[in-house]
């Protein structure tokens, strides 16, 4: 095999593996910040708020809402205060 090839190979694989770490990270960061917001929502006595942001914290981090997802965010709504 052309060493050339070899490196562009390996350079073009090099770049995939950065470019999908980077999308995952920027999906863990949006996930923390929503997290985060829902959590102060759980805290306070807006329900519909602390809705809204627990179907998008389950969304950012499964990319896709389940029923379990939906019985979690049931679950934290009727813990709250």
Do not use: C, W
């Amino acid at each position: 095999m052309n060493p050339y090839i070899s490196v562009i190979f390996l350079g073009i694989l090099a770049y995939l593996a950065i470019h999908y770490y980077e999308k995952q990270n920027k999906g863990r960061k949006k996930a923390a910040e929503i997290k985060i917001k829902y959590d102060e929502a759980l805290r306070g006595n807006g329900k519909a708020e602390a809705l809204r942001l627990g179907r998008e914290y389950y969304s950012a981090i499964r990319g896709k809402l389940t029923i379990y997802d939906e019985q979690a965010i049931t679950n934290d709504l009727s813990a709250m205060k």
